[in-house]
């Protein structure tokens, strides 16, 4: 009864934290925008409702205070302060013209039976990114390696974290968590993952209602706009990461959502398109370091275009800059604390002064010799499968450059500035240091480029009622229903296990509740309706948690998101359920990977604690190299001391093999095995 207590609290005050947010955005959207258009407004509030998010989590984990109380507290305090000198913009909503613009758009392409079928589609792939979403912990490789681990660490801490562990985790470890903020906002009231997987889902919306007002403000509009952000959303890489815990579709839209507003500042010199641009570059910059170089460059060119083109005062372009910055430097700045450097693992200098420097473990991956840069045949084997995650998208992008001829003849400016993030992105896919990601997993990573591929599509010549615009519009028609397909084969019909056998229903009864609300009159809500209406929403929310926990192993064992992993792992979940443990987990050296999928141990309610203990004589972490791993000092008599002294009650090795495996496996009288075998195992520490 006590866990049904605190879920359903922690429900009411995530609600009430993001409406606190969500409200306080609008607003301020309404307060910068008046008179612009809805999406443009729309577009407002998302960047400043997750800037705002950021911010938030910014000041209370560098004061150690991210805890539940705090993050309510401070949300109540910007809504207060932003309300109170709103006037007439608290009266605003852009829910209600929201609303109105799904109804007109779902009437507008449903007259027609391929219209209903491709509205249909795309209102099913909704429901099922949805309810995997609620219902499937974050299933992918990397969110079960770092994403998901470093935002468990931050809420059971309420503090940045101090893990340490040798391999690719010394690199992890400094990527930028911008990404991960908002995974940790949206778990830290209700103590779980329950909430964990949902900022996907928003910031796959945010990117959707992004591209079209990005395709509107260059003068793609009418049907085309709809046809080619919906066949974007609906591309494999894009829908296939929401619910993953992987935060590329975020870097994508914030970087999206500053084209867009650099693009409405020069045509209108409007200080807040300026600075709605510096932040939304500054949140791409905070999510990944691709965003951070290509935010820093369009932000430089934003600043000088401000204010030689239009007379931006110095107090006006300090604020932009401070903006931009309020993202990015609390990560410098933890970066700095954690490795020395303020970019951590990103190679980087200026003259003497060293920015960022690779650990061994990651010089070590990418020297690997199975591969081959800038060989024709690897490249081009590397790209086709990068492109395969856009599906019958990809190929539309052969008519870009057909595009940018029209528009040199037209010479349109403002479409010049597009091009500069989608060139700088594509410079950094295929430069030197990207080489093994980009030739390795080229699969999986082809998400690396999205913003790119979206910003070439803006090109793409789809006006007008000729040939190549009626072609255009056909295919992006039909790669909805086809995204759709795709999805089901992929991540639902492949394996058919028990778990997405209660999703494919629950997601088409969503779809079929969706389109009936679409197609009904929408009649004022009493209060007392909308208090049943909140009390039915958490009820449901309680009862999808029940459901989520009571099929998390089997969704483990048999889920994912984006691409595989292995699962051998799942076999000791069932013994970490129902009581607090601490978990010291290790693992073996390897070149190409990095597989101690940790993230799961820390239980449905986040009542386990992680660490890893040193098997070193000093107590230093082990360098994962190969010219350090049979040099250094291993003690079995120190680390043993060091596991008992840290009260460690469980020790997981993961494959593969490592030094403590076998130690653990050669004093039974110590360890006692729960799972595994000779590669693996899960022991009891007596």
Same mark, same amino acid.
């Given at each position: 009864?006590?866990?049904?207590?605190?879920l359903a609290t922690g429900?009411l005050l995530q609600i009430?934290?993001?409406?606190?947010?969500?409200?306080?955005?609008?607003?301020?959207?309404?307060?910068?925008?008046?008179? =612009?258009?809805?999406?443009?407004?729309?577009?407002?509030?998302?960047?400043?409702?997750?800037?705002?998010?950021?911010?938030?989590?910014?000041?209370?984990?560098?004061?150690?205070?991210?805890?539940?109380?705090?993050?309510?507290?401070?949300?109540?305090?910007?809504?207060?302060?932003?309300?109170?000198?709103?006037?007439?913009?608290?009266?605003?909503?852009?829910?209600?013209?929201?609303?109105?613009?799904?109804?007109?758009?779902?009437?507008?392409?449903?007259?027609?039976?391929?219209?209903?079928?491709?509205?249909?589609?795309?209102?099913?792939?909704?429901?099922?990114?949805?309810?995997?979403?609620?219902?499937?912990?974050?299933?992918?490789?990397?969110?079960?390696?770092?994403? &998901?681990?470093?935002?468990?660490?931050?809420?059971?801490?309420?503090?940045?974290?101090?893990?340490?562990? %040798?391999?690719?985790?010394?690199?992890?470890?400094?990527?930028?968590?911008?990404?991960?903020?908002?995974?940790?906002?949206?778990?830290?009231?209700?103590?779980?993952? #329950?909430?964990?997987?949902? %900022?996907?889902?928003?910031?796959?919306?945010?990117?959707?209602? &992004?591209?079209?007002?990005?395709?509107?403000?260059?003068?793609?509009?009418?049907?085309?706009?709809?046809?080619?952000?919906?066949?974007?959303?609906?591309?494999?890489?894009?829908?296939?990461?929401?619910?993953?815990?992987?935060?590329?579709?975020?870097?994508?839209?914030?970087? +999206?959502?500053?084209?867009?507003?650099?693009?409405?500042?020069?045509?209108?010199?409007?200080?807040?398109?300026?600075?709605?641009?510096?932040?939304?570059?500054?949140?791409?910059?905070?999510?990944?370091?691709?965003?951070?170089?290509?935010?820093?460059?369009?932000?430089?060119l934003l600043l000088v275009?401000?204010?030689?083109?239009?007379? &931006?005062? #110095? +107090?006006?372009?300090?604020?932009?800059?401070?903006?931009?910055?309020?993202?990015?430097?609390?990560?410098?700045?933890?970066?700095?604390?954690?490795?020395?450097?303020?970019?951590?693992?990103?190679?980087?200098?200026?003259?003497?002064?060293?920015?960022?420097?690779?650990?061994?473990? #990651?010089?070590?991956?990418?020297?690997?010799?199975?591969?081959?840069?800038?060989?024709?045949?690897?490249?081009?084997?590397?790209?086709?499968?990068?492109?395969?995650?856009?599906?019958?998208?990809?190929?539309?992008?052969?008519?870009?450059?057909?595009?940018?001829?029209?528009?040199?003849? /037209?010479?349109?400016?403002?479409?010049?500035?597009?091009?500069?993030?989608?060139?700088?992105?594509?410079?950094?896919? #295929?430069?030197?240091?990207?080489?093994?990601?980009?030739?390795?997993?080229?699969?999986?990573?082809?998400?690396?480029? =999205? !913003?790119?591929?979206?910003?070439?599509?803006? *090109?793409?010549?789809?006006?007008?009622?000729?040939?190549?615009?009626?072609?255009?519009?056909?295919?992006?028609?039909?790669?909805?229903?086809?995204?759709?397909?795709?999805?089901?084969?992929?991540?639902?019909?492949?394996? !058919?296990?028990? &778990?997405?056998?209660?999703?494919?229903?629950?997601?088409?009864?969503?779809?079929?509740?969706?389109? !009936?609300?679409?197609?009904?009159?929408?009649?004022?809500?009493?209060?007392?309706?909308?208090?049943?209406?909140?009390?039915?929403?958490?009820?449901?929310?309680?009862?999808?948690?029940?459901?989520?926990?009571?099929?998390?192993?089997?969704?483990?064992?048999?889920?994912?998101?984006?691409?595989?992993? %292995?699962?051998?792992?799942? /076999?000791?979940?069932?013994?970490?359920?129902?009581?607090?443990?601490?978990?010291?987990?290790?693992?073996?050296?390897?070149?190409?990977?990095?597989?101690?999928?940790?993230? %799961?141990?820390?239980?449905?309610?986040?009542?386990?604690?992680?660490?890893?203990?040193?098997?070193?004589?000093?107590?230093?972490?082990?360098?994962?190299?190969?010219?350090?791993?049979?040099?250094?000092?291993?003690?079995?008599?120190?680390?043993?001391?060091?596991?008992?002294?840290?009260?460690?009650?469980?020790?997981?090795?993961?494959?593969?093999?490592?030094?403590?495996?076998?130690?653990?496996?050669?004093?039974? /009288?110590?360890?006692?095995?729960?799972?595994?075998?000779?590669?693996?195992? *899960?022991? /009891?520490?007596?």
């Open positions: 009864m006590t866990d049904l207590v605190q429900i009430i934290f993001c409406a606190f947010l969500t409200d306080s955005a609008i607003i301020m959207a309404n307060r910068c925008l008046p008179g =612009s258009t809805l999406i443009a407004r729309t577009c407002a509030a998302g960047v400043i409702s997750f800037w705002l998010g950021s911010t938030i989590f910014n000041i209370l984990i560098n004061l150690n205070l991210f805890f539940h109380l705090p993050a309510i507290l401070m949300a109540v305090v910007v809504f207060a302060a932003v309300r109170s000198g709103s006037g007439n913009n608290a009266k605003k909503s852009l829910l209600i013209p929201a609303a109105r613009l799904c109804r007109r758009l779902f009437k507008r392409f449903s007259k027609s039976l391929t219209g209903k079928v491709v509205t249909l589609s795309f209102l099913m792939l909704f429901s099922l990114l949805l309810i995997r979403a609620l219902l499937l912990p974050m299933v992918s490789w990397d969110s079960l390696v770092y994403h &998901t681990l470093k935002a468990g660490l931050w809420v059971q801490t309420g503090q940045h974290y101090d893990l340490d562990s %040798p391999g690719l985790w010394q690199s992890y470890k400094t990527f930028f968590g911008g990404g991960e903020a908002f995974t940790a906002l949206a778990m830290i009231f209700t103590g779980s993952d #329950f909430f964990g997987s949902m %900022p996907d889902l928003v910031l796959w919306c945010l990117l959707g209602i &992004t591209s079209l007002a990005l395709l509107r403000e260059l003068h793609i509009k009418g049907a085309a706009g709809y046809f080619i952000t919906a066949a974007f959303l609906c591309c494999p890489i894009i829908a296939g990461a929401v619910g993953s815990g992987y935060v590329d579709n975020g870097m994508t839209g914030f970087l +999206l959502t500053g084209t867009l507003f650099f693009i409405k500042f020069s045509r209108s010199a409007k200080i807040e398109h300026l600075m709605l641009a510096a932040t939304a570059f500054g949140l791409s910059g905070a999510v990944k370091a691709t965003g951070l170089a290509t935010g820093l460059i369009m932000l430089a275009y401000a204010k030689v083109k239009k007379r &931006t005062s #110095f +107090l006006q372009l300090s604020l932009a800059l401070l903006l931009f910055s309020s993202s990015v430097v609390p990560w410098l700045w933890f970066n700095h604390k954690i490795s020395g450097y303020i970019l951590g693992s990103i190679p980087a200098a200026i003259g003497p002064l060293v920015l960022g420097s690779m650990p061994l473990p #990651f010089a070590y991956l990418c020297n690997s010799a199975d591969f081959q840069a800038y060989s024709l045949p690897h490249e081009l084997y590397a790209l086709w499968q990068a492109f395969s995650g856009y599906s019958i998208f990809a190929p539309l992008l052969l008519l870009v450059p057909f595009g940018i001829i029209t528009q040199i003849k /037209e010479s349109n400016q403002s479409h010049w500035i597009p091009l500069i993030p989608a060139l700088t992105i594509s410079s950094l896919y #295929f430069s030197p240091s990207f080489s093994t990601i980009r030739l390795l997993w080229a699969g999986s990573n082809g998400r690396f480029i =999205s !913003a790119a591929i979206l910003l070439f599509a803006v *090109f793409l010549p789809c006006r007008g009622s000729g040939k190549t615009g009626r072609l255009v519009r056909f295919i992006c028609f039909l790669a909805i229903p086809v995204g759709l397909i795709e999805y089901l084969i992929r991540f639902v019909f492949s394996n !058919a296990s028990q &778990t997405e056998i209660i999703i494919l229903p629950v997601a088409a009864c969503t779809a079929g509740l969706i389109y !009936a609300v679409l197609n009904i009159t929408r009649t004022p809500l009493l209060l007392r309706q909308r208090a049943v209406l909140l009390f039915t929403i958490i009820l449901l929310l309680i009862m999808t948690a029940n459901i989520k926990d009571f099929i998390r192993n089997e969704s483990y064992k048999s889920a994912y998101f984006l691409h595989e992993h %292995p699962t051998y792992w799942v /076999e000791a979940l069932p013994h970490t359920a129902n009581s607090k443990l601490k978990i010291a987990f290790t693992y073996g050296m390897e070149q190409m990977h990095h597989r101690a999928f940790i993230a %799961p141990f820390f239980g449905a309610r986040l009542q386990n604690e992680i660490c890893y203990v040193s098997p070193l004589e000093d107590g230093r972490t082990p360098i994962y190299h190969p010219d350090y791993i049979d040099k250094e000092p291993y003690c079995f008599d120190s680390w043993i001391k060091r596991l008992r002294e840290k009260n460690v009650t469980h020790l997981l090795c993961f494959a593969p093999r490592c030094t403590e495996l076998e130690w653990a496996r050669s004093h039974p /009288e110590s360890f006692k095995m729960l799972a595994g075998n000779n590669a693996w195992g *899960f022991f /009891e520490i007596e």
